[in-house]
């Protein structure tokens, strides 16, 4: 579901994971690595939540979404609501 961040305007993506919880992503698909100790985390688009790292060798894991909260230049307001 397209939609746009009602904190800095930025287009997102609403994706539903299995227990019907809606997480906004960047538009784009990244590439990354599944890592359980890893740094940051993506949505697949079958909206499983990975941990993972983007600074890897070899070849990435697959293609997923960054959470939006984590590059919103205004992400302490998606906290405060
Ligand atoms: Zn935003």
């Not at 746009?4 to 019907?20: D, F």
């Not at 698909?29 to 993972?52: F, N």
Request: aromatic letters at 8%; a positive charge.
């Amino acid at each position: 579901m397209a939609a746009t961040c009602k904190a800095c305007g930025a287009p997102i993506i609403w994706i539903e994971t299995p227990n019907k919880k809606w997480i906004p992503c960047d538009e784009g698909l990244v590439p990354y690595k599944q890592d359980s100790a890893g740094p940051e985390a993506v949505v697949t688009q079958g909206g499983q939540v990975i941990r993972c790292r983007f600074d890897y060798t070899g070849f990435p894991t697959g293609m997923a979404r960054v959470p939006h909260w984590a590059t919103c230049p205004d992400a302490d307001k998606h906290r405060k609501r």
